[in-house]
């Protein structure tokens, strides 16, 4: 079993949408969670970190359940721009990443 | 804003090449990584350096080596580049340790043929 684990998707939604993206991971004492973005052919990049009480940034909504070790990232009125890779980072020591879940949204 | 360079975006070496990728930051940032970065396998980690003269096996170091003599600069080593090695490669930094973000380079397309 991997460490993190993400749905691959591909996740295909109209604009105006409503998407979420669960991320589980194995690991209990995993002390700091992160969501990223990666585009086509480009490096990843922060999209926001996840804390305990969760946390909001415009459209996007990042959640943590440590109790059934997951966090999730939900993002309303999904937008053409929105189209992308997400990955999903725990912190245990170490990074780990999880493989990603490809979202495409479609006029 | 962070910024991490990588030397080339683009890379054809031959089977048997010594290869050298090169990464820099400019935040001076204690840790440094390079991963690999496959379809279907996800980002994988090869090496990582929490200091200067600092290194740590990551998950697939097997073919690596790399070097960091100074902070700002880390370098990944494939000293007989084989084909099973084409892939993306991406350095990454961080502030600390204690599990902080981490900032990307744009990445090296390396193909070896």
């Known amino acids: 079993r991997k460490e993190v684990e993400q749905d691959p998707g591909p996740f295909n939604v109209p604009e105006g949408a409503t998407v979420a993206f669960n991320c589980t991971y194995s690991?209990?004492?995993?002390?700091?969670f992160f969501w990223y973005r990666q585009d086509c052919r480009k490096e990843p990049k922060l999209l926001m970190s996840?804390?305990?009480s969760g946390n909001e940034d415009g459209r996007f909504t990042a959640q943590l359940n440590r109790a059934s070790q997951y966090i999730s990232l939900l993002i309303r009125d999904s937008k053409l721009s929105d189209s992308a890779t997400y990955l999903c980072v725990v912190n245990g020591g170490k990074s780990t990443f999880g493989d990603g879940t490809t979202l495409t949204v479609k006029p | 804003d962070v910024k991490v360079t990588q030397s080339s975006r683009y890379l054809v070496k031959r089977t048997g090449e010594k290869v050298f990728l090169e990464c820099v930051q400019d935040?001076?940032?204690?840790?440094m990584f390079w991963y690999r970065q496959d379809p279907g396998l996800g980002l994988r980690l090869i090496y990582f350096s929490y200091d200067v003269k600092m290194k740590e096996k990551g998950d697939i170091p097997e073919g690596y080596s790399v070097s960091r003599e100074k902070k700002e600069r880390f370098s990944l080593i494939l000293e007989s580049a084989s084909t099973n090695q084409t892939s993306m490669y991406l350095c990454?930094?961080?502030?600390?340790?204690?599990?902080?973000?981490?900032?990307f380079g744009p990445g090296t397309r390396l193909t070896v043929t």
């Open positions: 996840v804390y305990s």
């Open positions: 690991n209990s004492a995993s002390q700091s």
């Open positions: 935040m001076d940032h204690e840790n």
């Open positions: 990454a930094s961080s502030p600390g340790t204690g599990g902080y973000e981490q900032y």
